[in-house]
């Protein structure tokens, strides 16, 4: 699943391959699948979108915002995309294909889930959406020690860390995936409870968000997701399925893997703390 530091690698890549482009076609929703969104009818993608040309690309946390004249293209959480040149072959299937007039393509394969949003500037209103924009990206300095200390309170004493950090868009684009390292980092056990919290813990969970974060993106990406161009990226990850059963690299104990609150967590009993 793409998470923050995915996104941030896509945007820069559609920036530097796609801007000045002009959209020549739009095929949205050509391979069914359930879990796609899209804005209103995806057939009317190429009336949209047609003749116009990309302009910026932004990311909001997990989610890819391109500008196209006066139209938005919105890859929600989730939906990965590919770059394709015009001796490319694409894929068979696909739930949106933007070709452009030179004859290259950016194409979106959904694996999981995901929204593909096509609209014109200022006519979408979505929840997650209009949160990934409004709040502070944890790489900016105005996520800081005050603003990450008011997210706590009342109602999140009960909470794990997996439910505090990756759910509710409390931190849009930290997901699932990025957690675990973030956690590791931390040394902190996802299930650990907030209410247990003590002395400098808060501040070294910050760290912990900003410093994984911020190398996952100088990485390119986690080694389990792709990028534009269909590359692994270079940030190894410590925790994930590629690493579950091995060794943990700094006190040698086997890497577990648990099904909690809708998704897997993996961890080192030992460096991780309840
Ligand atoms: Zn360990």
């Given amino acids: 699943m793409i998470e923050l530091p995915e996104a941030t690698v896509l945007a820069k890549q559609i920036n530097e391959t796609a801007t000045g482009k002009r959209i020549k076609k739009v095929i949205a929703a050509q391979s ?6 899209y804005y ?8 949209l979108l047609a003749g116009k040309v990309i ?8 989610q890819v915002e391109i500008k ?5 293209i919105l890859f929600g959480d989730g939906a990965g995309m590919r770059y394709y040149t015009k001796d490319d072959k694409l894929p068979v299937k696909h739930q949106l294909w933007i070709e452009f007039d030179d004859g290259s393509s950016l194409v979106s394969s959904v694996q999981m889930y995901g929204g593909l949003w096509a609209f014109p500037e200022g006519g979408f209103d979505n929840k997650y959406y209009r949160m990934a924009k ?8 105005t996520f800081d020690r ?11 004493e009960k909470l794990s860390l997996k439910a505090f950090l990756a759910t509710e868009q409390r931190i849009p684009g930290l997901g699932n995936g990025v957690l675990q390292d973030v956690l590791f980092f931390a040394k902190m056990h996802p299930k650990k409870k907030i209410n247990t919290l003590y002395g400098k813990d808060e501040d070294e969970l910050l760290y912990s968000i ?10 390119g990406g986690r080694n389990t997701e792709v990028d534009l161009y269909g590359r692994q990226g270079g940030y190894k990850t410590i925790l994930s399925r ?10 040698g104990t086997i890497i577990k893997k648990e099904a909690y609150l809708g998704g897997s967590i993996y961890f080192c009993s030992r460096c991780q703390k309840m």
């Fill in 55 to 62: 302009g910026t690309t932004l990311n909001y946390g997990g």
């Fill in 68 to 72: 196209a004249d006066d139209a938005i």
């Fill in 40 to 47: 209103g009818d995806p057939k009317k993608y190429n009336g």
């Fill in 146 to 156: 005050t603003y990450f200390y008011a997210l706590f309170g009342e109602n999140t």
């Fill in 210 to 219: 900003k410093s994984t974060l911020t190398k996952m993106i100088a990485d």
């Fill in 32 to 37: 069914p699948h359930k879990f796609v969104w």
């Fill in 242 to 251: 590629n690493t579950v059963d091995k060794p943990c690299p700094v006190c």
């Fill in 134 to 141: 409004e709040k502070p990206s944890p790489l900016t300095a």
